[in-house]
């Protein structure tokens, strides 16, 4: 069902990512609290991925210690397994998160962070697909 169509199918491009000198207390208002995520990406100036933070990296640092915190302090490392390309095949996006328990891939081209790609996505995309062609 995902065969011939490519990561950049069904990668996101608007995601918001923030850069590692942003303050911690920014981080939780403006992103993960008005925004309403749990997890974004860090990226220096160039557009490279550094890593990510979110909810579970924030919870570690003490809450009287958050206001003089970036987020390089706190980032957990962009890991190779958790990166794809964008002219990678989505079936291997697929298996490459259930191989890896994560529930999407940061889309890297060139060294720079272009989009994400989710399981929810690819599922989604799988769910109607079955059903137009069942009905075939």
């Known amino acids: 069902l995902l065969a011939g169509i490519s990561v950049r199918h069904f990668m996101h491009t608007d995601l918001i ?40 990296e924030v919870k570690r640092v003490p809450p009287e210690e958050r206001f003089n915190r970036t987020t390089r302090d706190i980032l957990s490392p962009l890991a190779p397994e958790s990166t794809i390309s964008p002219d990678a095949q989505a079936k291997h996006a697929l298996e490459q998160m259930q191989r890896t328990h994560l529930d999407h891939l940061f889309v890297t081209e060139a060294g720079r962070l272009t989009g994400v790609v989710t399981l929810k996505g690819l599922l989604q995309y799988l769910r109607v697909k079955s059903e137009l062609e069942a009905t075939a």
């Open 17 to 56: 990512a923030v850069p590692p000198d942003l303050p911690l207390s920014q981080l939780i208002e403006n992103i993960l609290l008005q925004r309403g995520l749990k997890r974004v990406p860090v990226i220096d100036v160039a557009g490279r991925p550094l890593g990510f933070v979110g909810v579970e």
